[in-house]
């Protein structure tokens, strides 16, 4: 687009990377007083076509279904990393890129809720609307709300058919599993489909290492010492590689101690017990804007992981419902942590990479249909693992909506509900804690910036709700979208909190994390 021929809001978006350096302002606030009135002026007026296809179909790289999920440990992607998303020329985003600012920033940049006067709702005839730039869907009776939007998503096989046949199948099973669910009582179920599949898959591969074991012993002793003792070696090897793994600790997150830490150790005692759950073994710090807990080890150690950045900006008693959602995965019957079932989700995957090919240069035809056998029996392996992996995820999602009843029994249904809206905007908190500590600004102001910057989505939470179950479904994804865990909260009975967290306690527990909220301060503002 020639420079003259520019339109004034187009120049005004140009016009803020040289804003945002002289005043230190934050995109979403310079949209907010600048850009978002003239926006609506122009987009109400309806007379610019073009530049309500603009917004419409700005498309935006953005929140990844496959990305680590915000309160989940367990992100499944597919094998190779994503190419990029591709933009067409001259979209305004590619030139934000060049420019340099973050992804995140690039994700937040068109904050534009408008109404599609040209294209109302094809079924119900209300008026769409539109966020992100997303393509418009209808508000009432979400039609639309589950397009396929390649550029808003990590591509998970790279075909682009494939993609968008998984990401419908997704949308399909996530609502399905919503409306099934919301009729009945979570709980968590003796014998759900998902766990037989998983608990029959994992004995037979556990079977079959130990056949294979046993079968490499038998060959070392068999008539020793003969040549059958290199074969036996490597059965015995093959076996090894593929032996169930249970897990060890992290070793980059930050461990606490009772006596460092004793409110927070107190808080999180008085968390599960409220939710019926077990406390943790291990409670520990890292530098993500998430939470994750888990089990480690063959005594399945359990550990609570909190990502400090997301940790630090909650209101109290968001911090209560993250901490009852998390506690909740230990009781919630999470298929993916059992003992049992956890070798239906890592050997096959294991075992495809194994006997995947190698790229080297082929002569024989020997050689060449070796290969060839090895590249489908990699594929044949790496699909039954796909298939496990889905049924697995498909039953976490369950589990996902318990864990949030769960929280919702010890920190109230509204604080559960908030904490799904904070973690709508994980991306904004992310972007600015790192403006604040690259600032030299710590703890305190880091909540007053964040608080600040959320005001002026608090509009758009209906929307950006509705968006993330288009954008959050995938079949590798490992929590419901957000907006429908929302949604599943609102149509339960409401709940009051058990536990509170008073002023005194939420200072005692940022005073007891004083180092590593400054070591995290460092690291971010070295970046
Ligand atoms: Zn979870
Ligand atoms: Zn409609």
Sequence with gaps: MPESKCPRWFRDEIGWLGHARHTGMDRKQWMADYVGPYVKHVVESGKYPMFNRTIHEGRLS?????????????????????????????????RRTANGLAPVDQARSATVITTDSSAPCARCAAATVTVHGA??????????????????????????????????????????????????????????????VTVTASLLLLAAVVLLA??????????????????????????????????????TIDVLSRQTA?????????????????????????????????????????????????????????RIA????????????????????????????????????????????????????????????????LLLVWTGQRDA?????LADELAATAAGSTAVADLMDTLLATDVIDMVIRREARAGRGLNDWHTAVAQARTTSTAQAPLLRQLSIRDEVSLFASHPPTGLRTRMLTARPHREPA??????????????????YQRLQRNLGLE
């Excluded at 990305?67 to 990393?81: F, K, L, M």
């Design 62 to 94: 953005h929140m990844s279904p496959t990305r680590v999920s915000s309160t989940g440990s367990t992100t499944y992607s597919t094998a190779s990393p994503p190419p990029s998303p591709t933009r067409r020329r001259g979209e305004p985003h590619s």
């Design 135 to 196: 393509l418009p869907w209808c508000p009432q009776c979400e039609w639309n709300l589950g397009r396929f939007e390649p550029a808003r998503r990590v591509p998970e096989f790279g075909v682009r058919v494939v993609d968008r046949w998984t990401h419908q199948v997704a949308y399909r099973l996530a609502r399905r599993q919503f409306a099934d669910l919301s009729q009945r009582t979570l709980d968590r179920p003796m014998l759900s489909a998902a766990r037989l």
């Design 214 to 251: 046993a079968f490499g012993v038998w060959l070392v002793l068999y008539d020793f010492p003969r040549v059958t003792i290199l074969f036996g070696i490597i059965a015995l090897a093959l076996a090894f590689t593929l032996r169930p793994r249970l897990g060890r600790l992290d070793p």
């Design 262 to 318: 004793p409110t927070l150790f107190a808080v999180v005692d008085q968390v599960a017990a409220a939710t019926g759950a077990p406390a943790p073994h291990i409670i520990a710090v890292d530098q993500s804007v998430s939470a994750y807990t888990t089990s480690v080890g063959i005594r399945r150690r359990r550990v609570l992981c909190l990502g400090l950045p997301l940790w630090a900006v909650l209101p109290p008693p968001q």
């Design 322 to 385: 993250l901490l009852g959602h998390e506690l909740g995965h230990f009781v919630n019957g999470d298929v993916r942590r059992g003992l049992l079932t956890q070798p239906a989700f890592t050997m096959l995957g294991t075992t495809a990479d194994l006997i995947r090919p190698v790229n080297t240069a082929t002569t024989g035809v020997g050689e060449i249909l070796a290969a060839l056998v090895q590249a489908i029996a990699a594929r044949v392996l790496y699909l039954l693992h």
């Design 397 to 401: 999602q369950r589990a996902e909506y």
């Design 499 to 516: 536990v509170t967290l008073t002023t005194s306690q939420t200072e005692r527990i940022d005073a007891e994390l004083t180092n590593q």
